[in-house]
């Protein structure tokens, strides 16, 4: 089917995934045609990669929100903020220490700034299967094996468990260690008192947050924020970097929409929104519990996530169910769970019709399994070293501890089973075909 005709008709399943915004704008609302407010550089109009007049009053306006020394505008995506912040910190050879659940794009960010990586595994929830939070003690003891140039981590994780940045920055600081965190998922932070933290204001150098994913902005409209810890001679550097991976020809609808985004988030109205959105979820989640369904939750869960399991349901199979008798889509679903993305455009009605569908469905006597998690990575080859590596195929039977040249990935989330220059393990062949590629 074309695109054209993919979008002319109007969907009307129940979307729990991203962007929020439930194709219809809660701010940005005279959002005329794309057409109408689509220009380029032209004459008194600003210029994203050298901002002087309207970008560079939004973004001003933005970092002061933030209380960041200096926040960036990007119109794709969190990917290009986090390879920006990568760029302007990292040099060739300066050896970072990464959690192993962040997003594919850091991996890019690796093979850009031609870093030496060593991966740090999060604590895991064997019940769910998921990575949860940064173990403090441990960063500790692995910061003071290496000198390290940074440390990049994700929180919220994209199952929604925040990691204590505050001490995680305290240990960060104290071995002269940038912190970059992936904070995609936690734009809402900053706009509500029920909410945690955000990582700049626990003491983060650099936080990237995506805008589209729970703050009901456009796909594609994302920041970059400069932590006031960062000195001033390092911060043309970002611009440099950003001016490296974006377009010359950035959106103003985008741009807009960005600058609306927060002005909306940032007023009564949109605080309000924030909190209704809290409370709604959380009297989602109380009128469920006598009905057999089980969140994921804890201290540090970021509240506007919903992460359940249906009593002997299998997550796969109730997202099934979900998906063919209730027209309802969740984000993700493993054996065990289903995850619903919620964020500024989640209604009540929207949650009280999964509610519903929930209720309806009856639970049954699946037992559900623990999870196992991956062993340490073996690093063979570093990222960038194997972009360009020459390469051929071996029979699945012949693959174990050969060097991958591809990466096992699922999408959704987009973290890396197994990436380019690792060597392959067994459990691997799960997911690999009959012929493997192999870096020689
Ligand atoms: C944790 C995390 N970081 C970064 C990204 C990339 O965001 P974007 O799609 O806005 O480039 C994602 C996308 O899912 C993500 O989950």
Not at 182 to 211: M, R
Not at 236 to 243: E, T
Request: with cysteine; aromatic share 10%; proline share 4%.
């Amino acid at each position: 089917m074309s695109i054209i005709k993919l979008l002319s008709k109007k969907l009307k399943r129940k979307l729990f995934t991203t962007p929020s915004h439930n194709q219809k704008p809660v701010f940005d609302k005279d959002v005329k045609s794309f057409y109408e407010i689509d220009y380029s550089e032209i004459d008194g109009f600003d210029n994203l990669a050298n901002p002087k007049n309207s970008i560079f009053l939004a973004q001003g306006k933005v970092a002061d929100i933030q209380n960041a020394k200096q926040t960036f505008f990007t119109t794709q995506g969190a990917t290009t903020a986090i390879l920006s912040a990568m760029k302007a910190l990292i040099k060739p050879k300066d050896r970072v220490l990464v959690a192993r659940n962040c997003h594919k794009s850091v991996f890019s960010g690796l093979i850009l700034t031609q870093a030496t990586v060593d991966w740090f595994i999060p604590e895991c929830d064997e019940n769910w299967g998921i990575y949860t939070h940064i173990d403090v003690d441990k960063l500790n003891s692995t910061l003071e094996l290496n000198q390290y140039k940074a440390f990049i981590l994700t929180s919220p994780t994209y199952e929604g468990v925040n990691s204590d940045i505050s001490k995680i920055s305290e240990i960060c600081k104290k071995h002269g260690v940038y912190l970059i965190v992936d904070e995609a998922w936690g734009a809402l932070y900053k706009f509500s008192k029920n909410l945690p933290k955000t990582a700049l204001e626990q003491g983060a150098d650099v936080s990237i947050n995506s805008l589209h994913k729970t703050s009901g902005a456009l796909n594609q409209c994302a920041v970059l924020n400069i932590s006031k810890n960062i000195q001033n001679v390092e911060i043309p550097l970002f611009q440099k970097a950003i001016n490296l991976f974006q377009t010359t020809s950035p959106s103003y609808p985008l741009l807009k929409n960005i600058e609306a985004c927060y002005s909306f988030l940032n007023s009564k109205k949109g605080k309000k929104e924030v909190e209704n959105l809290i409370s709604n979820i959380q009297k989602f989640k109380k009128s469920l519990i006598k009905h057999d369904v089980e969140f994921y939750e804890g201290e540090n869960f970021d509240p506007t996530k919903i992460l359940l399991r249906k009593k002997g349901i299998k997550g796969t199979d109730l997202a099934k169910i979900l998906f063919d008798k209730f027209d309802i889509e969740e984000e993700m679903s493993n054996s065990t769970y289903c995850l619903f993305v919620c964020g500024i455009g989640t209604t009540k009605a929207k949650l009280n019709y999964l509610k519903n569908a929930l209720k309806k469905i009856p639970s049954s006597n699946y037992e559900f399994e623990k999870h196992t998690f991956q062993p340490y990575p073996m690093v063979k080859i570093q990222p960038h070293k194997t972009f360009n590596c020459e390469f051929g195929f071996v029979d699945k039977n012949n693959c174990l501890h050969k060097i991958s040249n591809k990466t096992i990935m699922p999408y959704p989330p987009g973290i890396g089973l197994l990436y380019p220059g690792e060597a392959i393990q067994n459990w691997h062949k799960d997911y690999l075909g009959n012929d493997v590629e192999v870096i020689i």
